[in-house]
């Protein structure tokens, strides 16, 4: 064992899980046990319409270092890993996926990583073992939000990392309603790095990211944590104002030299169009920052516990 004093959280969003879930187990156990004997894992199920959460009541039962967490409904993801890190005790965090692409066994580099002085160690995956769909979307949605928000975010990295007491109680000191959690890692800084992993292929179902839950992640996520949106508006409305000023003295002269004898109907009815979509998409980004906004002075909480077993301090 490398390090008999330092405790391990290990924090997993559950969301049909079922069949992967005695593996994950006993593969988190045989690897955390080569580094500490003071670990725990912390399941959390997001309202999962199998029978996951009677798995994690069973592994419950079967060790009481593993904590069940569920959910009163399914909150998403990010939710699912605020909760456990909220109740997670170790030195060190890692978080991963349950569906067992993400290695237990690179658990062990990760901290051997992080024990040279890094706070952060994330698990960059090189040979992607997902669908063609889900890579490419994947990186569509990096550079998109890497665009709207100046950060640089890599299609490669993702929940995957382990990661000190300190990075994760600042990441919790975030009031932001909308989590997402690798950015909220590139925002609280500390010292950073990734490492090669292995990535597995999908043993059994699909990803539960369908096209327009991706499309909603991406959405939500750049308007948390970017104005650029707005911004890019305010640039492309003064462009389109210079302009359309420039084109009025174009056809003004042209009219005075006597060039144009025919007004087009159809050009005037093309700018009208024109000018009342941008509009349109203008304040309708405009009105989406509204309604954030709405949804954040509610403060209303970002998750609800229906259940807990094996919690440190309950009787």
Known sequence: MM???????????????????????ERVHAAVETLTSDWELLLVNDA???????????????????????????FGQHYAITAGLTRASGDWIVVMDCDLQDMPEEIVPLFRKALEGFDSVCAQRVLRRDTFMKRMSSKLFYKIFSFLTDTRLDSSIANFGIYHRNVIEAILSMGDSI??????????????????????????????????????????????????PLRLFVFIGGFMA???????????ILSL???ITV?????IIFSIWFLGG???MSMGTIGVYIGKIFSQVKNRPTFIISEEINRMDQK
């Open 179 to 228: 989590r997402y959690f690798p950015a909220m890692v590139q925002w609280v800084g500390f010292r950073r790095c990734a490492i090669p992993v292995r990535h597995a292929e999908r043993k059994a179902g699909e990803s539960s990211y369908s096209f327009m839950k991706l499309c909603r992640l991406a959405v939500n996520t750049m308007l948390a944590f970017s104005d650029k």
């Open 3 to 25: 390090g008999n004093q330092i405790k391990i959280s290990v924090v997993i969003p559950v969301y049909m899980g079922e069949v992967f879930l005695p593996e994950l187990y």
């Open 257 to 259: 030299l006597g060039m």
């Open 242 to 252: 210079v302009f359309s000023l420039g084109m009025a003295v174009v056809y003004l």
């Open 48 to 74: 999962s319409p199998d029978s996951s959460w009677e798995k994690i009541r069973e592994l419950c039962k079967r060790d009481p270092a593993v904590k069940g967490i569920n959910f009163s409904r399914n």
């Open 278 to 280: 941008f509009l349109l």
């Open 263 to 267: 007004h087009g109907y159809a050009s």
